[in-house]
C-alpha cells in the first residue's frame, strides 16, 4: 500500500508556562487531501500551525515529513522541504507588487539572501515561480499592481500565492478567509478545491459552512486537547463536539 501520510504528529505538545496551549496531539495528513482544524478560540490551533512549520518548538512530542523526523530543524528547512505557512493576519509587503511579494517567497525557496537579482538564472526561476503562483490562484492580471492597491479579498488570495512561491507540497493555511464577504470566501473555497487535487492541505478556519464543504478529514481541538479526527458527517455528529462549541458559547455568554 503507497504511505500517503506527508505529515504526522506524535504526542505533540507545547505548554506556555501552566497553559497546555496543544497537549500531546498526534494527527496524521495525508497528500492530496484537506484535512480541516477546527475548535473554539484559544482550543491551540495557531499553535498547532506554528509547530508543523517549524516557527515554534515544541515542548515534546514529534513532527515527521515523509517519516523523517523534523521538529528540531530550522524554520528555513521546513520551507526547503516544501512545508508553506500562511497566516492568520495579511502578511504581504503592502507597498510592493504582487509579483514582487511572490518572488520574495520564491527566494526563500531557491535560497540565497533577498538579492533578487543575484543572477540571470535565479532570477528566471524566480521570476517563473512567481507569475506560476499567480497564475494559480488566478491573479494574473494583478501581477504589476501594488498590493496594498488591490481588494482585500485579492490580498488573501496573494498571500496563498506567496505560499505556492515556494514550491511547497504542503500548504498549512491559518483563517485565509478571515474578514472576508460572501462572495470573496466563495472564491477562495473554489480554489482551496482546486489545490486539494495536488497538495496536502492543513485547513484552520472559524467559517463552519467552508470547512464541511471542503475538508475530507476533520480534526476538532479543544484546549488544546484532539477530541475527534474524522470525516465531515461523523464530525458533526458527535456529541462532544457540540458540548465543545456550546461550553464555550456558554462561558462567552456569562464574562459577556
Ligand atoms: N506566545 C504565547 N504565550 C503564552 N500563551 C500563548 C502564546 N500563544 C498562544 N498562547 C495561548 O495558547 C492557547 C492556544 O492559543 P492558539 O492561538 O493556538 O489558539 P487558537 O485555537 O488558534 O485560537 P483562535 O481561534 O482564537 O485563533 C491560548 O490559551 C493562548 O492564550
Known sequence: MINDIVLETEALSKHW???????????QFRDRLLHGVVGPNGAGKSTLLNMLCGTLKPTSGC??????????????????????????KTNIYPEMTCLENCAISAQR??????????SRHSNKLVRKAAEQALAQVGLEDRTHAIAAEISYGEQRQLEIA??????????????????????ESLRIIELLKELKKTYCIVLVEHDMDAIFELSDQLTVLDNGRHLITSS?????ADPRVKDAYLGAEDEEEQTA
Open 17 to 27: 508556562g501552566g497553559i497546555k496551549a496543544v497537549d500531546e496531539v498526534s494527527l
Open 63 to 88: 513532527v515527521f515529513h515523509k517519516g523523517q523526523r523534523i521538529d528540531a530543524l530550522k524554520p528555513w528547512k521546513f520551507v526547503q522541504r516544501g512545508i508553506g505557512r500562511s497566516f492568520q
Open 109 to 118: 525557496r531557491f535560497g540565497g539572501n533577498f538579492n533578487l537579482f543575484v
Open 162 to 183: 506567496m505560499v505556492l512561491a515556494i514550491d511547497p507540497c504542503i500548504l498549512l493555511l491559518d483563517e485565509p478567509m478571515a474578514g472576508m464577504g460572501h462572495d
Open 232 to 236: 465531515v458527517d461523523e464530525v458533526r
